[in-house]
Structures are given as structure tokens and as C-alpha cells.
């Protein structure tokens, strides 16, 4: 049950684009169509933004999007806002456990 | 509107025992599965346990496993956590998430195990 890896920090400038990996196993996000990532504000509790690496629910602005490729996913957020900052978390389904999580990634819009 | 309201958490001295709640409203509860997921102070999410819709499936993280059982209630729309044999390192804020892809979230409820 390792965590994913994310990088511990992004930044970005408002309007600009930022992207942020997740690096698995072919025994999770190589392996399964079942990524998510979770945005969390401090103190707050996390909101999904993106499921089945590509999907967003409703209410979730646009400007967020997924992929995958191999064993490692990505969250694009584009048109960045100073709403956006805030910690993003990434998670996938794997064989040995339905949940893993990412260590988390740090965003600070500059 | 879906809302889920954890409680049960407070202070608990290494060893000790506590069981949190999940009371889940606004969806058809027991058509879900469920999850509990922790976040140390500081730190980032670790899922805990997961149970099915009709409690027939059940996992637990190797952290967790053998001291702490998830269960769930579905006349009474809850979801539990017993926790024992509480160690430092159980210091989290505990939050029940719904369905395998934690979807809706509660406000979780902090547990502090010190002595």
C-alpha cells in the first residue's frame, strides 16, 4: 500500500496553466481507469474534482482536467485563479486495496 | 443534498479505545459503499477501511488492520469506526467519504491519542 508520488509543490501565475503528476504502479494507475483527484482548501474537508482519471462532476469549473498514461496521471488546471491554491490530491483503485493516495501537491498561484 | 456528519472523536490516552460515527442524509445510504480515510496534522490523506453497501466486503489499511473494524448501520443511515489499542500515530482527523471514488466528504472529527 505505497502512496502514490506527487510532487510536493507547483506554482503558477494567475491565467496561466499548471500540471500536476501522479506516479504509480501497473498495479494501480498503470493497471486501473480508476484515478481521482481531490482538492483541499486548509482546514477543509477535500472535494472531488476529477474521477475515473478523466471526469469531472458536476458543479467542477472546466478549466480542470485529467489524463493518464503508463503508471502516471495528470491534473491540468488551466486559466488559474488565486481560488485554486490550495493542496490537490490524487488517488487510485489498487489491486491489493480499493483506495491509495497520492502524498499530496501544494499549489500556490504567485 | 447529501450531507455526512462525522462525531465520536476527543482525546484518548496510547491504548485506549473510541468509536466514531458517520450519520449520512440526503442519498439512498445503504445503496452505497463507504470509507474512512485519516489526515495527520500537517500531513497528507490515508485511506483506513472500506465497507460495501451490504457490509459483504470489508478492508482495512495494513496500519489499521487487526486493531480498528469499520461497520455500518443502514437503518440508521451510520457508518462506524471502532478504534482500539490506540496508538500516537493514530493523531488524525478521521473523515468518512462516500462510494469508491469519495465523491462526498463529512467535516471530519479530530481524535488525539496522548498520554
Known amino acids: 500500500q505505497s502512496a502514490l508520488t506527487q510532487p510536493a509543490s507547483v506554482s503558477g501565475s494567475p491565467g496561466q496553466s499548471i500540471t500536476i503528476s501522479c506516479t504509480g504502479t501497473?498495479?494501480?494507475?498503470?493497471?486501473?481507469?480508476?484515478v481521482s483527484w481531490y482538492q483541499q482548501h486548509p482546514g477543509k474537508a477535500p472535494k472531488l474534482m476529477i474521477y475515473?482519471?478523466?471526469n469531472r462532476p458536476s458543479g467542477v469549473s472546466n478549466r480542470f482536467s485529467g489524463s493518464k498514461s503508463g503508471n502516471t496521471a495528470s491534473l491540468t488546471i488551466s486559466g488559474l485563479q488565486a481560488e485554486d491554491e490550495a493542496d490537490y490530491y490524487c488517488?487510485?483503485?489498487?489491486?491489493?486495496?480499493?483506495?491509495?493516495f497520492g502524498g499530496g501537491t501544494k499549489l500556490t498561484v504567485l | 443534498e447529501v450531507q455526512l456528519v462525522e462525531s465520536g472523536g476527543g482525546l484518548v490516552q496510547p491504548g485506549g479505545s473510541l468509536r466514531l460515527s458517520c450519520a449520512a442524509s440526503?442519498?439512498?445510504?445503504?445503496?452505497?459503499?463507504m470509507n474512512w480515510v485519516r489526515q495527520a496534522p500537517g500531513k497528507g490523506l490515508e485511506w483506513v477501511s472500506y465497507?460495501?453497501?451490504?457490509?459483504?466486503?470489508?478492508y482495512y489499511a495494513d496500519s489499521v488492520k487487526g486493531r480498528f473494524t469499520i461497520s455500518r448501520d443502514n437503518a440508521k443511515n451510520s457508518l462506524y469506526l471502532q478504534m482500539n489499542s490506540l496508538r500516537d500515530e493514530d493523531t488524525a482527523v478521521y473523515y468518512c467519504?462516500?462510494?469508491?471514488?469519495?465523491?462526498?466528504w463529512g467535516q471530519g472529527t479530530l481524535v488525539t491519542v496522548s498520554s
Open positions: 488517488s487510485s483503485y489498487t489491486s491489493s486495496s480499493p483506495w491509495v
Open positions: 465497507i460495501s453497501s451490504s457490509s459483504s466486503t470489508i
Open positions: 501497473s498495479s494501480d494507475v498503470g493497471g486501473y481507469n480508476y
Open positions: 467519504a462516500r462510494s469508491g471514488r469519495g465523491d462526498y
Open positions: 475515473d482519471v478523466s
Open positions: 440526503g442519498f439512498t445510504f445503504s445503496s452505497y459503499s
